[in-house]
């Protein structure tokens, strides 16, 4: 399975963004799709997630700000990001389990939000 991200840039404190993702090959055996990110020298963690029956999570530092979707057929993602904070600044990663394949990465987008 590939995946495509984009959507990344350079925003204000309080502006929005949004992150597309999208994946191609074998999308029938995705289960879920999501978004990580890896701020400057910090682990990379999970930011949110949804599944194909459409259950969602969130890292807390996001809920209320963030919000993730996707199509029906689970082969696009998006992340709106609402009142983005400098701490937001990071490598966003698409990822996907893919039942048969496990994680799968896609290429990261640089999310830059000045103070």
């Known amino acids: 399975v590939q995946l495509q991200a984009s959507g990344g840039g350079l925003v204000q404190a309080g502006g929005s963004l949004r992150l597309s993702c999208a994946a191609s090959g074998s999308i029938d055996s995705i289960n879920t799709m999501g978004w990580y990110r890896q701020p400057p020298g910090k682990q990379r963690e999970l930011v949110a997630r949804?599944?194909?029956?459409?259950?969602?999570n969130y890292a807390d530092s996001v809920k209320g700000r963030f919000t993730i979707s996707g199509d029906n057929a689970l082969n696009t993602v998006y992340l709106q990001m609402n009142s983005l904070k400098f701490e937001d600044t990071a490598v966003y990663y698409c990822?996907?389990?893919?039942?048969?394949?496990?994680?799968?990465w896609g290429q990261g987008t640089q999310v830059t939000v000045s103070s």
């Open positions: 990822n996907v389990y893919h039942i048969y394949l496990g994680e799968c």
């Open positions: 949804i599944t194909r029956g459409g259950t969602t």
